[in-house]
Protein backbone atom coordinates (compact mmCIF):
# COMPACT_ATOMS: atom_id res chain seq x y z
CA UNK A 1 0.00 0.00 0.00
CA UNK A 2 3.01 2.68 0.93
CA UNK A 3 4.58 1.73 -2.70
CA UNK A 4 1.32 2.39 -4.32
CA UNK A 5 1.04 6.03 -2.95
CA UNK A 6 4.35 6.81 -3.39
CA UNK A 7 3.85 5.75 -7.16
CA UNK A 8 0.18 7.57 -7.11
CA UNK A 9 2.14 10.77 -5.16
CA UNK A 10 4.97 10.66 -8.02
CA UNK A 11 2.33 10.48 -10.76
CA UNK A 12 0.59 13.22 -9.39
CA UNK A 13 3.51 15.60 -9.13
CA UNK A 14 4.81 14.64 -12.66
CA UNK A 15 0.99 15.19 -14.22
CA UNK A 16 1.24 18.97 -11.78
CA UNK A 17 4.63 19.89 -13.03
CA UNK A 18 3.58 19.09 -17.16
CA UNK A 19 0.38 21.04 -16.84
CA UNK A 20 2.19 23.98 -15.38
CA UNK A 21 4.66 23.85 -18.09
CA UNK A 22 1.75 24.01 -20.71
CA UNK A 23 -0.39 26.06 -19.25
CA UNK A 24 1.97 28.95 -17.21
CA UNK A 25 5.24 28.38 -18.96
CA UNK A 26 4.49 28.05 -22.40
CA UNK A 27 2.41 31.03 -23.26
CA UNK A 28 5.41 33.27 -21.26
CA UNK A 29 8.07 31.33 -23.40
CA UNK A 30 6.33 31.94 -26.08
CA UNK A 31 5.58 35.57 -25.81
CA UNK A 32 9.17 36.41 -24.14
CA UNK A 33 10.19 34.61 -27.94
CA UNK A 34 7.83 36.62 -29.95
CA UNK A 35 9.41 39.83 -27.96
CA UNK A 36 12.96 39.32 -28.93
CA UNK A 37 11.74 38.64 -32.85
CA UNK A 38 9.62 41.49 -32.89
CA UNK A 39 12.36 43.63 -30.81
CA UNK A 40 15.04 42.64 -33.71
CA UNK A 41 13.00 43.64 -36.81
CA UNK A 42 11.82 46.98 -35.12
CA UNK A 43 15.40 47.58 -34.02
CA UNK A 44 16.81 47.08 -37.60
CA UNK A 45 13.72 48.86 -38.82
CA UNK A 46 14.07 52.21 -36.15
CA UNK A 47 17.85 52.28 -36.36
CA UNK A 48 17.40 52.31 -40.85
CA UNK A 49 15.16 54.88 -40.66
CA UNK A 50 16.95 56.84 -38.31
CA UNK A 51 20.69 56.24 -40.19
CA UNK A 52 18.85 57.69 -43.36
CA UNK A 53 17.28 60.80 -42.05
CA UNK A 54 20.62 61.91 -39.77
CA UNK A 55 22.34 60.57 -43.83
CA UNK A 56 19.88 63.45 -45.39
CA UNK A 57 22.04 65.90 -42.79
CA UNK A 58 24.88 67.79 -42.66
CA UNK A 59 25.89 65.30 -40.01
CA UNK A 60 29.31 63.77 -40.75
CA UNK A 61 29.22 60.09 -42.28
CA UNK A 62 31.26 58.65 -39.31
CA UNK A 63 28.77 60.11 -36.27
CA UNK A 64 25.91 58.48 -38.28
CA UNK A 65 27.81 55.60 -38.37
CA UNK A 66 28.87 55.51 -34.67
CA UNK A 67 25.50 56.40 -33.81
CA UNK A 68 23.48 54.19 -35.91
CA UNK A 69 25.94 51.10 -33.88
CA UNK A 70 25.22 52.62 -30.55
CA UNK A 71 21.93 53.29 -31.35
CA UNK A 72 20.96 48.99 -32.17
CA UNK A 73 22.69 48.37 -29.22
CA UNK A 74 20.59 50.14 -26.90
CA UNK A 75 17.17 48.77 -28.21
CA UNK A 76 18.52 45.39 -28.55
CA UNK A 77 19.00 45.79 -24.41
CA UNK A 78 15.67 47.26 -23.85
CA UNK A 79 13.82 44.29 -25.74
CA UNK A 80 15.90 42.16 -23.74
CA UNK A 81 14.89 43.70 -20.87
CA UNK A 82 11.37 43.54 -21.94
CA UNK A 83 11.50 40.07 -22.51
CA UNK A 84 12.80 39.01 -19.05
CA UNK A 85 9.82 41.40 -17.58
CA UNK A 86 7.39 39.47 -19.79
CA UNK A 87 8.80 36.26 -18.22
CA UNK A 88 7.70 37.22 -14.72
CA UNK A 89 11.14 38.45 -13.47
CA UNK A 90 10.65 41.09 -10.99
CA UNK A 91 12.27 44.72 -11.81
CA UNK A 92 14.07 44.47 -8.05
CA UNK A 93 15.84 41.11 -9.55
CA UNK A 94 16.03 41.77 -12.91
CA UNK A 95 18.00 45.39 -11.73
CA UNK A 96 20.26 43.25 -9.23
CA UNK A 97 21.05 40.18 -11.77
CA UNK A 98 21.92 42.83 -14.22
CA UNK A 99 24.09 45.17 -12.13
CA UNK A 100 26.26 41.79 -11.07
CA UNK A 101 26.14 40.94 -14.64
CA UNK A 102 27.05 44.62 -15.35
CA UNK A 103 30.11 44.25 -12.74
CA UNK A 104 31.39 40.87 -14.22
CA UNK A 105 30.70 41.78 -17.73
CA UNK A 106 32.59 45.05 -16.96
CA UNK A 107 35.73 43.05 -15.15
CA UNK A 108 36.16 40.59 -17.60
CA UNK A 109 35.30 43.24 -20.76
CA UNK A 110 37.54 45.98 -19.98
CA UNK A 111 39.86 46.31 -23.40
CA UNK A 112 36.26 46.55 -25.26
CA UNK A 113 34.87 48.78 -22.24
CA UNK A 114 37.76 51.29 -23.19
CA UNK A 115 36.97 50.46 -27.26
CA UNK A 116 33.60 52.01 -26.44
CA UNK A 117 35.09 55.22 -24.35
CA UNK A 118 37.36 55.68 -27.24
CA UNK A 119 34.52 55.28 -29.69
CA UNK A 120 33.02 57.78 -28.20
CA UNK A 121 35.44 60.24 -28.14
CA UNK A 122 36.34 60.01 -31.77
CA UNK A 123 33.22 60.46 -32.54
CA UNK A 124 33.12 63.91 -30.87
CA UNK A 125 36.09 64.99 -31.54
CA UNK A 126 36.36 63.39 -35.55
CA UNK A 127 40.00 63.46 -36.32
CA UNK A 128 38.81 61.78 -39.91
CA UNK A 129 35.91 61.01 -41.67
CA UNK A 130 34.89 58.14 -43.76
CA UNK A 131 36.87 57.78 -46.91
CA UNK A 132 39.92 59.74 -45.26
CA UNK A 133 42.99 58.28 -46.07
CA UNK A 134 44.81 57.64 -42.57
CA UNK A 135 47.71 56.18 -40.88
CA UNK A 136 47.64 54.49 -37.67
CA UNK A 137 49.48 52.74 -35.85
CA UNK A 138 51.80 52.22 -38.66
CA UNK A 139 49.20 50.92 -40.96
CA UNK A 140 48.04 53.00 -43.71
CA UNK A 141 44.51 52.61 -44.94
CA UNK A 142 41.31 54.14 -46.09
CA UNK A 143 38.22 54.58 -43.58
CA UNK A 144 35.62 52.50 -44.21
CA UNK A 145 33.46 52.59 -41.36
CA UNK A 146 33.49 53.40 -37.32
CA UNK A 147 31.65 51.16 -35.13
CA UNK A 148 31.45 50.91 -30.75
CA UNK A 149 34.31 49.13 -30.96
CA UNK A 150 36.28 49.27 -33.65
CA UNK A 151 37.16 50.76 -37.16
CA UNK A 152 37.15 49.19 -40.25
CA UNK A 153 39.40 50.54 -42.89
CA UNK A 154 40.98 48.92 -46.33
CA UNK A 155 44.72 49.50 -47.21
CA UNK A 156 45.30 50.24 -50.81
CA UNK A 157 46.24 47.01 -51.90
CA UNK A 158 42.56 46.33 -50.90
CA UNK A 159 43.02 44.18 -47.21
CA UNK A 160 40.95 44.55 -45.31
CA UNK A 161 41.74 46.63 -41.84
CA UNK A 162 39.89 46.30 -38.24
CA UNK A 163 41.68 47.99 -35.42
CA UNK A 164 40.13 48.46 -32.07
CA UNK A 165 39.32 51.98 -31.45
CA UNK A 166 41.26 52.23 -28.22
CA UNK A 167 44.21 50.97 -30.78
CA UNK A 168 43.33 54.43 -32.72
CA UNK A 169 42.40 56.91 -29.93
CA UNK A 170 45.70 55.98 -28.44
CA UNK A 171 47.86 56.10 -31.76
CA UNK A 172 49.10 58.66 -33.57
CA UNK A 173 47.31 59.72 -36.31
CA UNK A 174 48.27 61.25 -39.34
CA UNK A 175 45.24 61.99 -41.66
CA UNK A 176 46.50 62.26 -45.29
CA UNK A 177 43.73 63.85 -46.95
CA UNK A 178 42.94 66.07 -44.58
CA UNK A 179 44.44 69.44 -46.62
CA UNK A 180 43.81 69.51 -50.16
CA UNK A 181 47.52 70.15 -51.00
CA UNK A 182 50.77 67.87 -50.25
CA UNK A 183 54.13 68.44 -50.49
CA UNK A 184 56.50 65.52 -52.60
CA UNK A 185 60.06 65.28 -50.68
CA UNK A 186 62.40 63.99 -52.93
CA UNK A 187 66.61 63.61 -52.88
CA UNK A 188 68.71 63.62 -55.54
CA UNK A 189 72.01 62.81 -55.25
CA UNK A 190 74.96 64.00 -58.17
CA UNK A 191 78.50 63.17 -58.28
CA UNK A 192 81.53 65.41 -56.83
CA UNK A 193 83.02 65.73 -60.34
CA UNK A 194 79.56 67.39 -61.65
CA UNK A 195 78.53 70.82 -61.62
CA UNK A 196 75.89 71.64 -58.73
CA UNK A 197 74.85 74.51 -60.86
CA UNK A 198 74.00 72.70 -63.84
CA UNK A 199 72.20 69.87 -61.96
CA UNK A 200 69.92 72.24 -59.81
CA UNK A 201 69.19 74.43 -63.49
CA UNK A 202 68.23 71.06 -64.73
CA UNK A 203 65.89 70.34 -61.70
CA UNK A 204 64.40 73.50 -61.66
CA UNK A 205 63.47 73.50 -65.66
CA UNK A 206 61.63 69.85 -64.85
CA UNK A 207 59.40 71.12 -62.00
CA UNK A 208 58.69 74.37 -64.35
CA UNK A 209 57.93 72.27 -67.06
CA UNK A 210 55.37 70.49 -65.18
CA UNK A 211 51.76 72.08 -64.63
CA UNK A 212 50.74 70.02 -61.84
CA UNK A 213 53.57 71.29 -59.78
CA UNK A 214 51.77 74.64 -57.99
CA UNK A 215 54.00 78.04 -57.88
CA UNK A 216 52.33 78.51 -54.59
CA UNK A 217 53.82 77.54 -52.41
CA UNK A 218 57.08 77.70 -54.49
CA UNK A 219 58.76 74.46 -54.95
CA UNK A 220 61.82 74.69 -53.03
CA UNK A 221 65.66 73.22 -54.61
CA UNK A 222 68.47 72.96 -51.96
CA UNK A 223 71.81 71.22 -51.85
CA UNK A 224 70.70 69.98 -48.73
CA UNK A 225 74.18 67.75 -47.58
CA UNK A 226 77.80 66.64 -48.69
CA UNK A 227 77.27 63.11 -48.48
CA UNK A 228 79.54 59.81 -48.30
CA UNK A 229 79.17 58.82 -52.25
CA UNK A 230 77.59 62.23 -53.57
CA UNK A 231 76.07 65.97 -53.32
CA UNK A 232 72.68 65.84 -51.89
CA UNK A 233 69.96 68.05 -53.44
CA UNK A 234 66.31 67.99 -51.84
CA UNK A 235 63.51 68.45 -53.85
CA UNK A 236 60.58 70.20 -52.26
CA UNK A 237 57.89 70.33 -54.97
CA UNK A 238 53.82 70.93 -53.66
CA UNK A 239 51.03 69.40 -55.47
CA UNK A 240 47.15 68.79 -55.01
CA UNK A 241 46.44 65.67 -53.26
CA UNK A 242 44.78 63.82 -56.05
CA UNK A 243 47.71 63.99 -57.98
CA UNK A 244 50.56 63.30 -55.11
CA UNK A 245 51.50 59.73 -56.54
CA UNK A 246 51.25 60.91 -60.32
CA UNK A 247 53.76 63.95 -60.10
CA UNK A 248 56.23 61.86 -57.40
CA UNK A 249 56.90 59.07 -60.00
CA UNK A 250 56.61 61.22 -63.21
CA UNK A 251 59.91 63.76 -61.36
CA UNK A 252 61.57 59.98 -60.38
CA UNK A 253 61.74 58.97 -64.38
CA UNK A 254 62.07 62.64 -65.71
CA UNK A 255 65.38 63.36 -63.78
CA UNK A 256 66.98 59.97 -64.30
CA UNK A 257 66.22 60.89 -67.86
CA UNK A 258 67.66 64.35 -67.91
CA UNK A 259 70.41 63.68 -66.01
CA UNK A 260 71.67 60.73 -68.18
CA UNK A 261 70.94 63.05 -71.39
CA UNK A 262 73.08 66.64 -69.32
CA UNK A 263 75.98 63.96 -68.48
CA UNK A 264 75.04 64.28 -64.78
CA UNK A 265 76.13 61.57 -63.02
CA UNK A 266 73.56 59.48 -59.82
CA UNK A 267 76.59 57.81 -58.01
CA UNK A 268 75.84 54.89 -56.10
CA UNK A 269 77.58 53.84 -52.50
CA UNK A 270 81.31 53.58 -53.38
CA UNK A 271 84.53 51.86 -50.78
CA UNK A 272 87.98 52.09 -51.72
CA UNK A 273 89.42 49.00 -50.82
CA UNK A 274 93.11 49.13 -50.10
CA UNK A 275 95.51 46.38 -50.00
CA UNK A 276 98.71 46.06 -48.15
CA UNK A 277 101.15 43.57 -49.12
CA UNK A 278 103.10 42.09 -45.86
CA UNK A 279 106.75 40.61 -46.28
CA UNK A 280 107.10 37.68 -44.09
CA UNK A 281 110.79 36.64 -43.21
CA UNK A 282 111.03 33.11 -42.70
Do not use: C
Not at 39 to 46: D, L, M, P, Q, S
Amino acid sequence: MIHLAAAEANKSILSFDYQTLIDVWAPKIGGAIAIMVLGHFTTKIVVGVIGRVLSKTKMDKTIVSFLDSALKMVLLAIVLVAALGFLGVPNASMVAVLGAAGLAIALSLQGSLSNLASGVLLSLFRPFKLGDVVEINGEVGIVDDMQVLFTKMHTPDNRGLIMPNSVVLGSTIINITDNDTRRIDLTYGIGYNDDIDHAKRVLKEILDADERILKDPAPLIALAELGDNSVNFWVRPWVKRTDYLDVMTHLNETVKKRFDAEGISIPYPQRDVHLYQVNKSD
